[in-house]
């Protein structure tokens, strides 16, 4: 008998195919027999994964709720962003006022002497704008403004244009315009204006060799240059160049447009809504972190969130998170005043389920008695502070900072996903290293199988062969 042969995967298939061997379907039960023994393991670590990439996304809505949080106290952080101002005028027609800085609430009178006004001056008439005015020739012209040097501006083109257009080249702070008076014929002339306050007065001189252009002439100076003039509670003497005034009463701009004659009252407020919504929002951010905890260390039940409990696993961590939460939002500021040096200080407090709010008549009154306390408190009274700078910088600043860390790279959050991530990875490589002993477990029973399976064939066809021989003999001696 020759050795039995050991058939492969194809072979077998084929020889079912074709109805020879025992008619067991070798390949199922070699699939059953491989799963049966690999299975096991890889189920493990498939449920492994999942709970770990649970964890992952549990770790990501915890960040995300935290975010908000850092967001709530980053609104706090800038001392503009606290108070809104309102200013009014009892006269907005001609002296509307508009808040530009930071206030300080109240009432001021205000009176106006004088309004201030710039330098005018006219030149002689001229037949038309390309008048010669030196013969053809170049020509200079001395602008003196208040005290100072006499600068000396180069006329190439002995025309009133020309002269305008050197004028305004050597930017000196003199604007010339050429004006034609007449409404049918020719009257040009040229109106020199300075800036207004009366340091900016000016004269002009003209060489020798232009005369007549009327600058020095008293009747062509049609205005002279002075300051405003105003009083304000009471205090008088304050002047200033421009009829823009912004530093007379603190944070508001004075607008004169016409003297109105009679006292203005101007009236200063400064609301605390901006802050009341700002702390709410904190408190209401902090609550829904918490909420979030909940939900992520609750035990699923049917129709649960997909995020519930992914953090069922990893209950230490998230209250070590809860308790470094309320230790901020309990923490002293860098910047206290007085009595306020926490959030507690202006009404905040925590119910017996853990849960924060703002005692409205508390905060009221911090707000009412003091709000610059409670600005400086929350804000170290500044705007835009670098979080590198050693400077203190405010309580919302410094929470912000704290958990600018905690969801950074190096935070507890991150960490815990770097560590989740390579765990996957592991558990993904060893996925690969079970499958593939899962096919080779697979090749060796269709191998073991495929070898019974022929050398079941060919004994039957070895019992086919003696039945015959034995038929045979029979029929040989019925004759």
Same mark, same amino acid.
């Given at each position: 008998?020759? %050795?039995?042969?050991?058939?492969?995967?194809?072979?077998?298939?084929?020889?079912?195919?074709?109805?020879?061997?025992?008619? !067991?379907?070798?390949?199922?039960?070699?699939?059953?027999?491989?799963?049966?023994?690999?299975?096991?393991?890889?189920?493990?670590?498939?449920?492994?994964?999942?709970?770990?990439?649970?964890?992952?996304?549990?770790?990501?809505?915890?960040?995300?709720?935290?975010?908000?949080?850092?967001?709530?106290?980053?609104?706090?952080?800038?001392?503009?962003?606290?108070?809104?101002?309102?200013?009014? /005028?009892?006269?907005?027609?001609?002296?509307?006022?508009?808040?530009?800085?930071?206030?300080? %609430?109240?009432?001021?009178?205000? /009176?106006?002497?004088?309004?201030?006004?710039?330098?005018?001056? *006219?030149?002689?008439?001229?037949?038309?704008?390309?008048?010669?005015?030196?013969?053809?020739?170049?020509?200079?012209?001395?602008?003196?403004?208040?005290?100072?040097?006499?600068?000396?501006?180069?006329?190439?083109?002995?025309?009133?244009?020309?002269?305008?257009?050197?004028?305004?080249?050597?930017?000196?702070?003199?604007?010339?315009?050429?004006?034609?008076?007449?409404?049918?014929?020719?009257?040009?002339?040229?109106?020199?204006?300075?800036?207004?306050?009366?340091?900016?007065?000016?004269?002009?001189?003209?060489?020798?060799?232009?005369?007549?252009?009327?600058?020095?002439?008293?009747?062509?100076?049609?205005?002279?240059?002075?300051?405003?003039?105003?009083?304000?509670?009471?205090?008088?003497?304050?002047?200033?160049?421009?009829?823009?005034? /912004?530093?007379?009463?603190?944070?508001?701009?004075?607008?004169?447009?016409?003297?109105?004659?009679?006292?203005?009252?101007?009236?200063?407020?400064?609301?605390?809504?901006? !802050?009341?919504?700002?702390?709410?929002?904190?408190?209401?951010?902090?609550?829904?972190?918490?909420?979030?905890?909940?939900?992520?260390?609750?035990?699923?039940?049917?129709?649960?969130?997909?995020?519930?409990?992914?953090?069922?696993?990893?209950?230490?961590?998230?209250?070590?998170?809860?308790?470094?939460?309320?230790?901020?939002?309990?923490?002293?500021?860098?910047? %206290?005043?007085?009595?306020?040096?926490?959030?507690?200080?202006?009404?905040?407090?925590?119910?017996?389920?853990?849960?924060? *709010?703002?005692?409205?008549?508390?905060?009221?009154?911090?707000?009412?008695?003091?709000?610059?306390?409670?600005?400086?408190?929350?804000?170290?009274?500044?705007?835009?502070?670098?979080?590198?700078?050693?400077?203190?910088?405010?309580?919302?600043?410094?929470?912000?900072?704290?958990?600018?860390?905690?969801?950074?790279?190096?935070?507890?959050?991150?960490?815990?996903?770097?560590?989740?991530?390579? *765990?996957?990875?592991?558990?993904?490589?060893?996925?690969?290293?079970?499958?593939?002993?899962?096919?080779?477990?697979? *090749?060796?029973?269709?191998?073991?199988?495929?070898?019974?399976?022929?050398?079941?064939?060919?004994?039957?066809?070895?019992?086919?062969?003696?039945?015959?021989?034995?038929?045979?003999?029979?029929?040989?001696?019925?004759?």
């Amino acid at each position: 008998m020759e %050795p039995v042969a050991k058939p492969n995967r194809q072979t077998a298939a084929l020889m079912k195919t074709l109805d020879l061997g025992s008619g !067991v379907d070798i390949e199922s039960l070699a699939r059953s027999l491989a799963d049966a023994e690999t299975s096991g393991r890889i189920n493990t670590t498939k449920t492994r994964m999942a709970s770990v990439e649970s964890r992952l996304s549990g770790y990501s809505v915890t960040s995300s709720f935290l975010d908000n949080v850092k967001r709530g106290f980053d609104g706090l952080q800038n001392v503009s962003g606290l108070f809104t101002s309102s200013v009014s /005028s009892s006269d907005s027609a001609r002296v509307p006022v508009t808040a530009t800085g930071d206030v300080i %609430p109240g009432q001021y009178n205000l /009176s106006v002497q004088s309004l201030a006004a710039a330098t005018v001056i *006219q030149s002689a008439s001229f037949a038309s704008s390309t008048s010669a005015l030196n013969s053809g020739s170049a020509f200079q012209v001395g602008l003196q403004i208040g005290t100072g040097a006499v600068s000396t501006v180069n006329v190439t083109t002995d025309t009133p244009a020309g002269l305008v257009s050197a004028i305004n080249a050597a930017n000196l702070g003199v604007r010339a315009t050429l004006v034609n008076k007449s409404a049918s014929g020719n009257d040009w002339q040229i109106v020199l204006q300075g800036s207004s306050g009366a340091a900016a007065d000016f004269n002009i001189t003209s060489s020798t060799a232009a005369t007549g252009l009327g600058f020095s002439v008293p009747a062509n100076r049609l205005a002279t240059a002075r300051d405003a003039e105003i009083t304000v509670n009471g205090m008088t003497g304050i002047k200033r160049s421009s009829n823009k005034i /912004s530093d007379a009463i603190p944070g508001v701009t004075i607008d004169l447009k016409a003297n109105p004659g009679a006292d203005i009252a101007i009236v200063v407020e400064r609301s605390s809504q901006p !802050v009341k919504q700002k702390l709410q929002s904190v408190v209401d951010a902090y609550n829904e972190f918490n909420a979030a905890l909940n939900e992520l260390t609750r035990q699923p039940t049917e129709g649960s969130d997909e995020f519930t409990g992914s953090l069922l696993r990893d209950k230490q961590f998230v209250a070590t998170l809860r308790s470094e939460m309320k230790a901020l939002m309990t923490q002293n500021s860098s910047t %206290p005043v007085g009595a306020y040096q926490s959030l507690r200080d202006i009404g905040l407090s925590f119910r017996l389920d853990g849960t924060a *709010q703002i005692d409205e008549k508390k905060l009221d009154l911090a707000l009412t008695t003091n709000n610059d306390a409670v600005a400086t408190m929350l804000s170290a009274g500044t705007n835009g502070t670098s979080n590198l700078s050693l400077e203190p910088k405010g309580l919302a600043q410094d929470i912000s900072i704290k958990l600018g860390d905690m969801l950074g790279a190096q935070g507890v959050i991150n960490q815990r996903k770097v560590t989740g991530k390579s *765990q996957i990875s592991v558990y993904q490589r060893d996925l690969v290293k079970l499958e593939v002993r899962l096919e080779t477990v697979y *090749q060796r029973y269709i191998t073991q199988f495929s070898a019974m399976e022929s050398l079941v064939q060919r004994m039957e066809g070895v019992g086919s062969y003696l039945k015959g021989q034995f038929t045979a003999m029979e029929n040989m001696y019925k004759g």
